[in-house]
């Protein structure tokens, strides 16, 4: 993305220059320089807007993301892009995306960014980028193992409710004499089946840990569980082995209830329960292995083509359409597979049982679908981070005194062709920023009488960012220390100038919106 202006300076992520506003107002675009002023450049602020009501995380997180290894309809947040941690998951399946991404910024009715003068704008609605909750949250907390919280969701509870339904009708014609004790056995029956779905997660998990890929959380919830990897994988061999794991260990456990069911008379209790999670870890792990994103065998797809072209963003698009099409498998051919008598079923069933078997298809079909959707988006957000550097867009800047009345101060920006009030102590040392929405609240009449100091934001460690920073290094940083403006430093120490969280906003929507190489 080339947001250069002609004399090879960088811009602030505003191509399109205004004119030249009568009197004191803001300061005008350009970059932020003390080098020299280009008073012959002015261009208009856009300012940002409320974020629009995007489908956030469903646990509440802002997310992004999350690279997540499991399906997760409706989760495709480009806000949450390290916040939307990436992760991986299992029971129907795994898929891997990543999402942290500035809110969108703001726009008129026909669609393009709407400019105005920093002192007549609507700035003041604008929001910083969030911070990322210490605690991602997600349903019940039920340990740390490895350091990673666990998490069960809501929807848990329903889907063990219904596994202990369905088990419980199968023991009732296995083991009649168990009367209504057998509702107990199949919940405990449940609850090992997801116990056994936690050991994938933490196959996953681990390896992600081996790698040296932060691990947000692991939940458990409706269709199996997800842990959430806020890092993509650095080399298809890596993402390879991260998502083979799952399924193996999956394997192997299927092989381990196996062998201890051999000793077990088979019409038992214990019997039943052995050969069932055998049964449902065998499912797991070859559902798993389908080569589709967003399943672990999807990942590995990914990281094959990956390897064969060198580009990670052909393996994701050519992963994506095979879980499309596997969607669409599922979609009409499970159905069809059990009314055939293929997956234990027979010519006698029922409408209802026909009814059931089309909802359950429908409903994995919808989670493929959705999740090979995501992690295309996911992958092209990835792609474009990369363009959101600092140096390009930060604002040119002009350092004040504390006592400047703000008319003054504005002057002087607009005779620099400056967008940004850097003030500074007696040495010039930068001691706050003035905030555009306090400059917004002051009538004009009034600025001669207004110290820049009182609509000053006091600078913190995390308001300060190397203009060398891009990308997801970039928005990992705003987000740590919420604000609307942060002060760009050299690598010296020297001042470059002030980065606007509005300017982030509008350059990523700016490169979303570019096709993708």
């Not at 609507?122 to 349903?139: F, N, S, T, V």
Request: cysteine-free; hydrophobic content about 40%; aromatic content about 6%.
């Amino acid at each position: 993305m080339d947001v250069s202006g002609g004399s090879g300076q960088p811009r602030s992520g505003d191509d399109e220059p205004a004119g030249q506003p009568a009197g004191p107002t803001a300061p005008a675009t350009g970059p932020t320089d003390h080098r020299g002023p280009d008073p012959a450049r002015h261009e208009e602020p856009a300012p940002p807007q409320e974020p629009p009501p995007a489908d956030r995380d469903p646990d509440g997180d802002d997310d992004t993301p999350p690279v997540t290894h499991r399906p997760q309809p409706g989760r495709t947040d480009p806000a949450d892009l390290s916040d939307t941690p990436t992760g991986t998951g299992t029971g129907t399946g795994t898929g891997t995306g990543t999402g942290t991404a500035p809110h969108p910024g703001h726009h008129d009715q026909a669609g393009h960014p709407d400019h105005r003068s920093l002192a007549h704008s609507g700035i003041a609605k604008g929001e910083p980028p969030r911070p990322r909750p210490k605690e991602p949250g997600g349903g019940i907390l039920m340990g740390r193992p490895f350091g990673v919280p666990v998490y069960v969701a809501p929807s848990w509870f329903l889907v063990a409710a219904l596994i202990t339904w369905v088990f419980g009708g199968q023991l009732d014609r296995v083991l009649p004499e168990l009367g209504a004790a057998r509702y107990l056995v199949s919940l405990f029956f449940a609850v090992a089946f997801y116990a056994s779905v936690l050991v994938h997660e933490l196959a996953h998990t681990v390896a992600a840990i081996r790698f040296k890929l932060p691990v947000r959380r692991i939940q458990l919830q409706f269709f199996g569980g997800v842990s959430e990897i806020e890092k993509e994988a650095e080399t298809p061999g890596r993402e390879f082995v991260l998502a083979f794991v799952g399924p193996l260990l999956s394997l192997v456990l299927a092989g381990l209830f196996y062998l201890a069911m051999k000793p077990v008379e088979a019409g038992t209790v214990p019997g039943v329960l052995l050969a069932g999670l055998m049964v449902s870890n065998l499912i797991v792990a070859v559902f798993n292995l389908l080569p589709g994103l967003p399943l672990d065998g999807g990942r590995m797809l990914r990281a094959v083509v990956w390897k064969l072209t060198g580009r990670p963003m052909s393996g994701t698009v050519a992963a994506a359409w095979v879980g499309r099409a596997l969607a669409v498998s599922v979609l009409i051919g499970l159905p069809l597979l059990n009314q055939s008598g293929a997956l234990g079923g027979g010519e006698d069933t029922g409408g209802m049982d026909t009814v059931t078997d089309a909802l359950l298809a429908a409903i994995l079909a919808a989670i493929i679908w959705t999740g090979a959707g995501n992690s295309l988006r996911m992958a092209r957000l990835r792609e474009h981070l990369p363009e959101l550097r600092a140096r390009n867009l930060t604002r040119r800047a002009v350092p004040v005194e504390t006592d400047t009345p703000l008319s003054e101060a504005l002057r002087r920006a607009n005779a620099a062709g400056a967008r940004a009030l850097v003030v500074v102590d007696a040495d010039g040392h930068p001691l706050s920023l003035v905030r555009e929405a306090a400059i917004v609240g002051v009538p004009e009449h009034r600025r001669p009488w207004v110290a820049v100091s009182g609509l000053a934001q006091d600078l913190t460690d995390g308001m300060r960012v190397s203009a060398e920073l891009a990308g997801e290094a970039l928005l990992d940083t705003l987000r740590a220390t919420p604000a609307t403006e942060y002060l760009v430093v050299e690598e010296t120490g020297e001042i470059y100038g002030v980065l606007s969280a509005a300017d982030v906003e509008r350059a990523f929507v700016k490169a979303m919106a570019r096709p993708t190489a």
